[in-house]
């Protein structure tokens, strides 16, 4: 079985800042690996995704986020954080193959300081 | 294309009363996926469909019965509510192909079990 840990249940930065969301996984095989943001009561937005190409990849809004196996990590990260950025940032999992489900880490509230 | 769309929005149940959660789809994914997401928690998978008549148990099936009426809808069904129940839910749909592992999501149910 897969697992994620998000470490941070809350994050602060200052607009303009680096920012840095942790997220490490356990998985048995390969994994696919993703990141979902979420704005106050909406639904799910994807970000970006790892599945097996290259280990550095770009998503929306100028994010990024790099695949390191020797770590088991995916950590997320923006360079200059921005005001609208502040949202729920979820790091998830998947095996793929067939149709399981994701298995999602906790989530961390990233807040921006003016 | 209106991707995945939920009804109802909101609803609030008293203790006992049975109701059902709707989710459509229109991009012709094969699978798709109820989560309930409660704070702290992320999100967690309560069922999901590979395909049109068949569904199977995520982490947290108890409480809930699932149909998949065809392959455009997934329904969510509480038979006698319970405050634990109290949650947001949100329905979610992929392709099962490689490569096209992202999952969807739609905009939520927020429920209120008295």
């Known amino acids: 079985a897969q697992s994620v840990t998000q470490l941070g249940s809350h994050v602060s930065v200052s607009e303009g800042a680096l920012v840095l969301l942790r997220c490490n996984y356990s998985?048995?095989?390969?994994?696919?690996l993703f990141w979902y943001v979420q704005y106050p009561n909406q639904g799910l937005q994807l970000l970006l995704k790892?599945?097996?190409?290259?280990?550095l990849v770009k998503g929306i809004n100028g994010f990024e986020a790099e695949f390191k196996k020797s770590e088991t990590s995916f950590h997320l990260t923006k360079p200059s954080a921005h005001m609208s950025d502040a949202a729920e940032y979820f790091c998830?999992?998947?095996?793929?193959?067939?149709?399981?489900?994701?298995?999602f880490g906790k989530g961390t509230h990233l807040i921006i300081q003016p | 294309n209106a991707g995945v769309t939920q009804t109802p929005k909101f609803q609030v149940l008293k203790t006992g009363q049975s109701m059902t959660l709707q989710c459509a789809q229109d991009?012709?994914?094969?699978?798709m996926y109820w989560y309930r997401q409660d704070p702290g928690m992320g999100l967690r998978l309560i069922y999901y469909s590979a395909s049109e008549g068949t569904t199977d148990k995520g982490e947290v099936p108890n409480g809930y019965n699932v149909s998949r009426l065809n392959k455009r809808e997934f329904s969510l069904r509480l038979e006698s509510a319970a405050p634990s129940q109290t949650s947001v839910y949100f329905c979610?749909?992929?392709?099962?192909?490689?490569?096209?592992?992202?999952?969807?999501f739609g905009p939520g149910t927020r429920l209120l079990v008295l």
């Open positions: 991009m012709n994914h094969n699978s």
């Open positions: 998985s048995s095989v390969p994994p696919y």
């Open positions: 998830a999992v998947t095996l793929g193959g067939g149709a399981d489900g994701l298995t």
């Open positions: 979610a749909s992929r392709r099962d192909r490689v490569g096209q592992e992202t999952q969807y």
């Open positions: 790892y599945t097996s190409a290259a280990t």
